[in-house]
């Protein structure tokens, strides 16, 4: 069912020659396979406990000198700071010292855009997994015959119309699973761009058109294709949230369940509300379903192993053995969902402010607003 897919720019020149610089489309390539390199984050300590590289090691800036013994000479070193001043200056300073290093061009600023996919194949459709690396957000394109549905695309709407055109398909329809908290949604500029209609759940507040989605309704993907997404209502996340069932064989659980936990049921609030109603979502929906339904979420962790090409991904079956929160009754599940209470992710009343449509943004303002990891997983 799962394969690569090999989307996406090669590998690029070698860091371990030193003094240059390393594009984050070219990092993305390297990490998880033999060739990942020593990823050294310069910033200081509180930049990095914040938002950080998946596998990074903090060295700050000032303290380099001093610990330069830690730097694996064995290996491709690549330095990392917020735009890159920083990373420039210190492999300018390994240069000297004899220590070949290159540095991320744009630092994290750039690592919070850069994008590589993944496809699952199941024979009658395909579903290409577009992942955002640097936010841990997962969107889908799903496609069969000549029609695709996107799920939870970002504000880089070009690049899902680029993963329909190179198959084929046409983007018919666009869904967000639910109202997002911590990145500003696409979908809205992408059903415009596409032509396409655009399906929401109107148990959370929107205040534009959309057509509203309904539990238990089914589409089609291409009037020749009997493969259809039938959706239905997973409230705990948020009261709209949704998972859209692909043929199925596979979910798309956007932030009501991962691979390394589930959706936090405290963003508004009514914790102890929301968890109940999350834990019924789990049990009630979900986990009926049969053990072999891949689940395919919106996001993901800093723990998730993202090997280029491999989707994040995980069977029900799988997720049952290493979740302990889906073995629990329903007053623990609620009673640890409430002392897991965190403060919302950071602009979060801005962000939902946009993606209900109360005002808009412009790219730059966006991306300000973005940047960090997603806080949406209890």
Same mark, same amino acid.
Request: aromatic content about 6%; proline content about 6%; hydrophobic content about 40%.
């Given at each position: 069912?799962?394969?690569?897919?090999?989307?996406?720019?090669?590998?690029?020149?070698?860091?371990?020659?030193?003094?240059?610089?390393?594009? =984050?489309?070219?990092?993305?390539?390297?990490?998880?396979?033999?060739?990942?390199?020593?990823?050294?984050?310069?910033?200081?300590?509180?930049?990095?406990?914040?938002?950080?590289?998946?596998?990074?090691?903090?060295?700050?800036?000032?303290?380099?000198?001093?610990?330069?013994?830690?730097?694996?000479?064995?290996?491709?070193?690549?330095?990392?700071?917020?735009?890159?001043?920083?990373?420039?200056?210190?492999?300018?300073?390994?240069?000297?010292?004899?220590?070949?290093?290159?540095?991320?061009?744009?630092?994290?600023?750039?690592?919070?855009?850069?994008?590589?996919?993944?496809? @699952?194949?199941?024979?009658?459709?395909?579903?290409?997994?577009?992942?955002?690396?640097?936010?841990?957000? +997962?969107?889908?394109?799903?496609?069969?015959?000549?029609?695709?549905?996107?799920?939870?695309?970002?504000?880089?709407?070009?690049?899902?119309?680029?993963?329909?055109?190179?198959?084929?398909?046409?983007?018919?329809?666009?869904?967000?699973?639910?109202?997002?908290?911590?990145?500003?949604?696409?979908?809205?500029?992408?059903?415009?761009?596409?032509?396409?209609?655009?399906?929401?759940?109107?148990?959370?507040?929107?205040?534009?058109?959309?057509?509203?989605?309904?539990?238990?309704?089914?589409? !089609?993907?291409?009037?020749?294709?009997?493969?259809?997404?039938?959706?239905?209502?997973?409230?705990?996340?948020?009261?709209?949230?949704?998972?859209?069932?692909?043929?199925?064989?596979?979910?798309?659980?956007?932030?009501?369940?991962?691979?390394?936990?589930?959706?936090?049921?405290?963003?508004?609030?009514?914790?102890? !509300?929301?968890?109940?109603?999350?834990?019924?979502?789990?049990?009630?929906?979900?986990?009926?379903?049969?053990?072999? @339904?891949?689940?395919?979420?919106?996001?993901?962790?800093?723990? @998730?192993?993202?090997?280029?090409?491999?989707?994040?991904?995980?069977?029900?079956?799988?997720?049952?053995?290493?979740?302990?929160?889906?073995?629990?009754?329903?007053?623990?599940? @609620?009673?640890?969902?409430?002392?897991?209470?965190?403060?919302?992710?950071?602009?979060?009343?801005?962000?939902?402010?946009?993606?209900?449509?109360?005002?808009?943004?412009? =790219?730059?303002?966006?991306?300000? +607003?973005?940047?960090?990891?997603?806080?949406?997983? =209890?």
């Amino acid at each position: 069912m799962v394969s690569s897919d090999s989307e996406g720019r090669g590998p690029g020149p070698d860091p371990r020659r030193g003094g240059g610089e390393i594009t =984050a489309d070219e990092l993305v390539g390297r990490l998880g396979t033999d060739r990942a390199p020593m990823v050294v984050d310069v910033r200081e300590p509180a930049e990095f406990v914040e938002w950080s590289i998946a596998g990074a090691r903090n060295i700050p800036m000032s303290e380099l000198g001093e610990r330069i013994a830690e730097l694996d000479h064995d290996r491709e070193v690549v330095v990392v700071c917020a735009k890159g001043a920083r990373s420039r200056a210190v492999v300018d300073a390994l240069g000297a010292a004899g220590v070949a290093a290159s540095g991320l061009l744009g630092g994290m600023e750039a690592w919070a855009s850069v994008y590589d996919t993944a496809l @699952v194949d199941l024979e009658l459709a395909e579903i290409v997994q577009v992942r955002r690396r640097g936010k841990g957000c +997962l969107s889908y394109v799903v496609g069969a015959g000549e029609e695709a549905f996107v799920v939870d695309p970002s504000l880089d709407t070009g690049r899902y119309l680029d993963v329909a055109a190179r198959r084929g398909w046409h983007v018919t329809r666009v869904f967000d699973t639910h109202l997002h908290a911590d990145h500003v949604s696409g979908a809205r500029a992408l059903a415009a761009e596409a032509g396409a209609s655009l399906h929401l759940n109107p148990a959370d507040s929107f205040e534009f058109p959309f057509e509203p989605m309904v539990d238990g309704q089914w589409f !089609e993907l291409g009037p020749n294709v009997h493969f259809g997404v039938t959706i239905f209502g997973t409230p705990g996340h948020t009261k709209g949230s949704t998972v859209l069932e692909v043929g199925g064989r596979a979910i798309l659980t956007g932030d009501t369940l991962f691979v390394d936990g589930v959706g936090r049921p405290d963003l508004a609030e009514r914790v102890e !509300e929301f968890a109940h109603d999350l834990y019924r979502s789990l049990h009630a929906k979900l986990l009926a379903l049969p053990e072999d @339904v891949l689940v395919l979420p919106a996001h993901y962790g800093d723990k @998730v192993d993202v090997p280029p090409g491999a989707p994040v991904a995980a069977s029900l079956a799988t997720l049952r053995r290493s979740l302990e929160q889906l073995d629990w009754d329903e007053p623990t599940f @609620v009673a640890w969902a409430a002392s897991r209470a965190t403060p919302r992710p950071p602009n979060y009343a801005e962000i939902i402010s946009v993606n209900m449509g109360r005002h808009s943004l412009s =790219a730059e303002e966006s991306l300000r +607003l973005e940047l960090g990891p997603n806080r949406c997983a =209890a």
